[in-house]
C-alpha cells in the first residue's frame, strides 16, 4: 500500500514537473535558510560541560557599591561580571567548594631553542589545578600540575594539543621545558583538544574564541606579575601605584568558578558569600550591604547573552522566510491538487474511499518534504560554508553541522511540508465524484 | 474597474487567495525590518574614525617578559619609526581606533560626584598624537613635550597634566560649547585637568553593535603619556601611497633594534575596520541573501497559483472574450485581482513590521523602524506583485474567444 500510493505520488508529481520543483526549491531553500541560521543559533545556546553544567558556578559580589553606578559597567544591580584579587584570594583560602579556581587570561613569549626563530606570542591561561579537574579537561599526556605547585608557584605548564604539535611534532612532551619569557618551565601534560564553546568559564572578550595555548599556575603568573589581556575595569578608587597596589585594589579582572556538587552545596555557599560580604562590611571596607550572586553555567551563559544579537535577528527573520516557504508551498499543492479533481473524482467514483485520498495526497506531500529535505541539507551545509568564509573566527567555529542538526532537518522538512499539505489534502478528500463526473 | 466581480471571483477561491495576501505581509514584515538592519550595520561599519585612515598604520609590539629598562627601549623604537623614510609621524599607545580593546574613564564636573558626566575612551599619546593619528584639531593647541609624563603600566595612576578631547564629549560636557580652557575629573580622582584642546573627530576602540562603548562611540580622550608596558600599539602615520613599503620596512627596522618582541596585527587601519566589521558585514550579506531569496520564493508563488487560477477560468476567460473583452481588459483583471490582494496583504504587513520591530527594540534596543522604510517596502511588495502576476494575466489574454464555443477545456 505504501509503495503503491509512493509510486502514485510520483507519478503525480512527473506530471507536473514546474510545480513540482517549485514546490520542493521553496521547501528546500526555506530549511536550507533556517538551518542555517539554527545551527549556530544552537550551538551559541549549547550548554559546554552537560555532564557537569550544574554544579560549577561563578561568583559575584558588588565590591563598588551604589556611589559607583555611573560607571556604568556592572549590571543593573551594579554586579561586575569578574572579581577583584583580594576577593579571589579570600576565596581560595576559604575553600569552600569540592574544586575552585581562580583564574585569568594573559599572555607569554615562547622563546625558541633555535636562536634564529622569532619569539612567538603564547595565549596563556593563569589557573590553579582544579582548574583541569573541575572542568574535566582531556589529557593527551601527563597531568594537571599538583596543589604543592600551586603553593610553591612553581614554573610548570600544561600544552594545548595544537601548541604542543607545533613544538613538540606531537609527541610526548611530558617533563621537557618551555622557555616562556626567559624562564623554564617543566611540561607536565599536554590537553587533548578541548574547545568548550561558548568559552563559559571566562566570557569577557570573544565568546567563542579558542582556550588558551598554554596554562600556568595563577601563582606564578602573579609573581611574574603579567598583565591581564582580558578585561581589566577599576572604580577610580586609587591605591598605592605598582603591582601591589593593583593587587591591593578594587579593580576587577579575575574569574572564579568551583564545584558545588549538590543543591544544598550551593545553599551552603550562598549562606558563606552572604557571611563574608557582612564580615567586609564590618571591617569596614565596604559602607553598604553588598549583594552576592552565585550562578550556575546556564544561568551564567543566559546573563552573559551567550547567544548574539545577530544570531537571534537571523533565526528569526530565516524562519519567518521558512514559514513563507512553507505558506507559498500550501498555495502551490492545493493549486496542483484542485488542478486534478477531475483524476481524483474518477478515483472516488471507482471505489476509493476519503481516506484513501486523503493518504495518496499527503504521501505526495511527503515526498516533496523528504526531497525539500535533502535539498535543504545541502543549502544548509552550502550556507555554512558561505557564512564561514564572511564571519569572524570566533564565529566561524559554530558553523558545523552534526547528526542532530541533520535530523532536525530532516524531521523539521516532513513535518513542515505535511503539515502545509494537510489543507490541500482536506480539500481533495472533500471532492464529489458525482459532480466532478458531471462536468465532464 | 471592476472589483464587484472581482471579488465575487475571489470569495470562490478564499484560500488561495489568503495565502497570497499572507506571503505578502510575512514578506513585507521580513524585508522592511531586514533592509532596516541592513542599512543600520552599513552604515555603523562605515563611521569615521576621524583619522587620516587610509595612511595610518598600527602595529602590536609585545616586550618578551617585563624588561626593566622599557623607557629607553620606547624611545629607540619611536625614533626608529619616526626616521623612517614616507612616515610623517609616530606614537605609541594603550590602544587604537578599531583595536576592539582599550580603556575608559569616567569624565566628572565635581570631584565628589557620584554618577560620571560622561565616559570616554582614553588614549594615552606622546604629544606626536596628533601627526600621527591624522585627527584634525579644530581648537586649542597640542601638547606640548613638557606635559607629557611617563605612565608605567595601567596601575600607575597618576592624573594627566593635561587632555585633549573629541567634540562630541567637549559638547556633552559643556553643552554651552565652552569646554576649552575648562578644567575636568577624570577616573573619580580629585585633580583638576585643564582641556587643552579639541579635535573634531575621534572615535572609541570598541566596535560591536552592543559593545560596551557603543554607549558612547564618540566620546575620546587623549591624554600626554608616554606609556610604558610590555603591550604597546604603534600607530604610524605615512606620506600618501607608502603605507605598503613603510609597513614592511617598519617591521623589519623594529626587529633589527631589538628582536626580543613580538609584532602582531601589523594592519592598515583599513584592514582593521575590515576585521572589526566583520561580523556585521557577515550579517549584511546573510539578510541580503534571505531578503533576496524572500522576494523571489513570494514571486513565484504569485505566479504558480495565478497560473493555476488562470487554467482554472480558461473557458469563462474565452467566453469573456468572445463577448467582447479585450485582452487589455483581461490583463487587466488578474492585475487588479492581484492588486486587491496586495493591498490587503500590504496592510497586514505593516503591521507585522511595527510589531516585529518594537519587539527588537524591547529585545535587542533596536532603533525605531524609519516610516519611510515601510512606506517604500510596501510599494516594494504592490510592485513585485504586480510584476509576478504578469505573465500569467498575459498567458490568460492569449487565450482565444473561440475556445468559449468548444464543449471541453
Request: proline share 4%.
Amino acid at each position: 500500500m505504501f509503495n503503491y500510493y509512493l509510486g502514485l505520488a510520483v507519478r503525480s508529481l512527473r506530471r507536473n514537473v514546474v510545480l513540482t520543483v517549485l514546490m520542493i526549491a521553496a521547501v528546500g531553500v526555506g530549511i536550507g535558510a533556517s538551518m542555517t541560521t539554527l545551527t549556530v543559533f544552537r550551538a551559541m545556546d549549547a550548554d559546554p560541560i552537560p555532564q557537569k553544567s550544574s554544579q560549577l558556578y561563578t561568583v559575584q559580589l558588588d565590591n563598588w557599591g551604589p556611589k559607583r553606578r555611573g560607571l556604568g559597567t556592572g549590571d543593573a544591580e551594579n554586579l561586575q561580571p569578574q572579581i577583584s584579587y583580594q576577593d579571589a584570594m579570600a576565596f581560595m583560602h576559604a575553600h569552600q567548594g569540592v574544586r575552585q579556581s581562580a583564574m585569568y587570561l594573559t599572555g607569554l613569549a615562547l622563546i625558541p631553542s633555535n636562536v634564529d626563530l622569532k619569539p612567538e606570542q603564547v595565549i596563556t591561561r593563569a589557573a590553579y589545578t582544579d582548574f583541569f579537574g573541575m572542568f574535566q579537561t582531556p589529557f593527551l599526556f601527563g597531568g594537571a600540575w599538583t596543589g604543592e605547585d600551586d603553593e610553591n608557584h612553581a614554573s610548570v605548564v600544561v600544552l594545548s594539543r595544537e601548541l604542543n604539535n607545533k613544538v613538540f611534532g606531537g609527541r610526548n612532551s611530558v617533563g621537557k621545558t618551555l622557555n616562556l619569557d626567559g624562564r623554564d618551565y617543566r611540561i607536565t601534560g599536554v590537553l587533548n583538544d578541548w574547545n568548550p564553546l561558548p568559552k563559559f568559564y571566562d566570557l569577557n572578550n570573544d565568546k567563542y574564541e579558542k582556550s588558551a595555548q598554554i596554562y600556568i599556575p595563577f601563582t606564578r603568573a602573579i609573581d611574574g606579575q603579567m598583565a591581564s589581556w582580558g578585561n581589566y575595569n577599576c572604580n577610580g578608587d586609587t591605591g598605592p601605584a605598582g603591582w601591589e597596589g593593583h593587587l591591593r585594589s578594587e579593580c576587577v579582572w579575575l574569574q572564579f568558578w568551583l564545584e558545588l556538587p549538590t543543591r544544598a552545596d550551593a545553599e551552603r555557599f550562598r549562606h558563606y558569600l552572604d557571611g563574608y560580604a557582612a564580615e567586609q562590611r564590618q571591617n569596614g571596607r565596604f559602607d553598604w550591604s553588598a549583594r552576592t550572586r552565585l550562578r550556575d553555567v546556564r544561568e551564567w551563559l543566559v546573563y552573559q547573552n551567550a547567544v548574539s544579537q545577530e544570531a537571534r535577528i537571523l533565526v528569526l527573520v530565516s524562519f519567518s522566510f521558512l514559514l513563507v516557504c512553507l505558506i507559498n508551498a500550501m498555495g502551490l499543492m492545493l493549486a496542483k491538487i484542485m488542478g486534478r479533481s477531475a483524476d481524483i473524482g474518477v478515483r472516488r467514483a471507482l471505489g476509493a474511499n476519503r481516506a484513501a485520498i486523503f493518504g495518496q495526497c499527503l504521501m505526495e506531500a511527503g515526498v516533496i518534504g523528504v526531497a525539500g529535505g535533502i535539498l535543504g541539507l545541502l543549502l544548509t551545509a552550502l550556507g555554512l560554508i558561505g557564512l564561514r568564509s564572511l564571519v569572524s573566527e570566533g564565529v566561524a567555529r559554530l558553523t558545523h553541522f552534526n547528526l542532530s542538526d541533520i535530523t532536525i532537518a530532516v524531521v523539521l522538512s516532513i513535518a513542515a511540508t505535511l503539515l502545509a499539505g494537510l489543507y490541500p489534502t482536506w480539500r481533495a478528500a472533500q471532492v464529489q465524484p458525482a459532480w466532478q463526473l458531471k462536468t465532464q | 474597474m471592476e472589483f464587484q466581480p472581482i471579488l465575487a471571483a475571489m470569495s470562490r477561491n478564499k484560500i488561495g487567495a489568503v495565502l497570497i495576501g499572507v506571503q505578502i505581509a510575512i514578506t513585507l514584515a521580513i524585508l522592511v525590518n531586514g533592509l532596516f538592519i541592513i542599512q543600520q550595520r552599513v552604515a555603523l561599519s562605515h563611521r569615521a574614525t576621524g583619522l587620516d585612515e587610509p595612511n595610518v598604520f598600527t602595529i602590536r609590539n609585545q616586550w618578551v617578559g617585563n624588561p626593566t629598562n622599557m623607557e629607553a627601549k620606547l624611545r629607540t623604537d619611536l625614533s626608529v619609526l619616526r626616521s623612517l623614510p614616507g612616515v610623517i609621524d609616530a606614537t605609541a599607545s594603550n590602544s587604537a581606533p578599531l583595536s576592539n580593546g582599550g580603556s575608559s574613564e569616567g569624565v566628572n564636573l565635581d570631584p565628589d560626584q557620584q554618577q560620571a558626566t560622561a565616559l570616554t575612551a582614553v588614549y594615552f599619546m606622546d604629544d606626536h598624537a596628533l601627526n600621527a593619528l591624522g585627527v584634525k584639531l579644530i581648537a586649542g593647541r597640542n601638547f606640548t613635550p613638557d606635559e607629557v609624563t611617563p605612565k608605567i603600566g595601567f596601575d600607575d595612576r597618576h592624573p594627566p597634566s593635561a587632555i585633549i578631547m573629541s567634540k562630541a564629549l567637549a559638547d556633552k560636557v559643556f553643552p554651552a560649547g565652552d569646554a576649552l580652557g575648562k578644567s575636568v575629573y577624570l577616573a573619580f580622582q580629585k585633580t583638576r585637568v585643564p582641556i587643552v584642546g579639541i579635535v573634531d573627530r575621534l572615535q572609541v576602540p570598541w566596535t560591536g553593535v552592543d559593545d560596551w562603548g557603543s554607549k558612547f562611540n564618540d566620546n575620546a580622550t587623549l591624554e600626554p603619556f608616554q606609556f610604558e608596558s610590555p603591550l604597546v600599539h604603534y600607530v604610524v602615520r605615512t606620506k600618501p601611497g607608502q603605507i605598503v613599503n613603510v609597513m614592511k620596512a617598519a617591521e623589519k627596522a623594529l626587529l633589527a633594534t631589538d628582536r626580543l618582541r613580538i609584532l602582531e596585527q601589523i594592519q592598515t587601519q583599513s584592514e582593521s575596520r575590515l576585521e572589526a566589521y566583520r561580523d556585521d558585514h557577515g550579517l549584511v550579506v546573510i539578510l541580503g541573501i534571505v531578503c533576496a531569496a524572500l522576494i523571489a520564493v513570494t514571486a513565484f508563488g504569485i505566479v504558480g497559483l495565478t497560473s493555476y487560477w488562470v487554467a482554472q477560468r480558461r473557458r469563462q476567460i474565452g467566453i469573456r472574450r468572445a463577448l467582447g473583452a479585450t485582452k487589455n481588459a483581461i490583463v487587466r483583471y488578474f492585475q487588479t485581482e492581484n492588486l486587491m490582494i496586495a493591498v490587503a496583504g500590504a496592510l497586514a504587513g505593516v503591521a507585522l513590521a511595527l510589531v516585529v520591530n518594537v519587539w527588537m527594540m524591547n529585545s535587542f534596543a533596536a532603533q525605531r523602524l524609519n516610516v519611510a522604510y515601510v512606506l517604500v517596502g510596501a510599494v516594494l511588495v504592490l510592485l513585485l506583485g504586480q510584476a509576478a502576476v504578469l505573465w500569467p494575466a498575459l498567458k490568460a489574454a492569449s487565450i482565444p474567444p473561440a475556445l468559449a464555443t468548444r464543449g471541453s477545456m
